[in-house]
């Protein structure tokens, strides 16, 4: 049980505090061998990430992903709010299989995971860590992703309606699992 939900050593490769937090949490939320669902999660337990959480349905027969949230921070960040889209809608080709492959892995090995990525924001490279954890309604078939990127750094503040920096580039992965 201490090994599945440590994820054969996950906790130790988060690097960052905030979604060591999270992980955590989701930990602390299991019932014996079984995954959380979504309800089992109160997101005033942490409201230090609401702004920066997805949420993705995972629909079966063929697998695929639909954003049911995206948080704010993230949307505007991104340029992007693909709210009730599907992952295949993801406007950059490279950053959208690379998602999609990780979605796939973890459905298919039920595990959380952690990536590490930089991109380019208003001329400076940024360093942020996605941490991905499995939701499940019956505590086996998974069907909902809560991911939760944290940058590492405070980002330069814009309104929430100016929409990203002209010069933001695609997350490009550093470090992955």
């Given at each position: 049980?201490?090994?599945?939900?440590?994820?054969?050593g996950?906790?130790?490769r988060?690097?960052h505090?905030?979604?060591?937090?999270?992980?955590d949490?989701?930990v602390?939320?299991?019932?014996g061998?079984?995954?959380?669902?979504?309800q089992?999660?109160d997101?005033?337990d942490?409201?230090?990430?609401?702004?920066?959480?997805?949420?993705?349905?995972?629909?079966y027969?063929?697998?695929?992903f639909?954003f049911?949230?995206?948080?704010?921070?993230?949307?505007?960040?991104?340029?992007?709010?693909?709210?009730?889209?599907?992952?295949?809608?993801?406007?950059?080709?490279e950053?959208r299989?690379?998602?999609?492959?990780?979605?796939?892995?973890?459905?298919?090995?039920?595990?959380?995971?952690?990536?590490?990525?930089?991109?380019?924001?208003?001329?400076?490279?940024?360093?942020?860590?996605v941490?991905r954890?499995?939701?499940?309604?019956?505590?086996k078939?998974?069907?909902?992703?809560?991911l939760?990127?944290?940058y590492?750094?405070a980002?330069?503040?814009?309104?929430?309606?100016?929409g990203?920096?002209?010069?933001t580039?695609?997350?490009?992965?550093?470090q992955d699992d």
């Open positions: 049980m201490a090994e599945q939900q440590n994820s054969g996950l906790r130790q988060i690097r505090p905030d979604l060591l937090r999270l992980y949490y989701w602390s939320r299991h019932h061998e079984l995954l959380p669902s979504r089992d999660l997101p005033a942490f409201k230090f990430a609401v702004g920066n959480v997805t949420l993705i349905d995972v629909l027969e063929p697998v695929r639909r049911r949230l995206i948080g704010s921070l993230m949307a505007q960040r991104m340029g992007w709010d693909l709210t009730g889209k599907m992952v295949d809608e993801v406007p950059d080709a950053y299989e690379g998602l999609l492959a990780a979605y796939r892995k973890m459905v298919a090995d039920r595990q959380p995971s952690t990536t590490l990525y930089q991109r380019l924001i208003e001329g400076k490279t940024r360093r942020f860590e941490l954890l499995p939701l499940a309604s019956d505590g078939t998974i069907d909902m992703l809560l939760c990127p944290m590492f750094e980002l330069p503040a814009r309104s929430p309606l100016a990203p920096p002209k010069d580039s695609v997350p490009k992965v550093v």
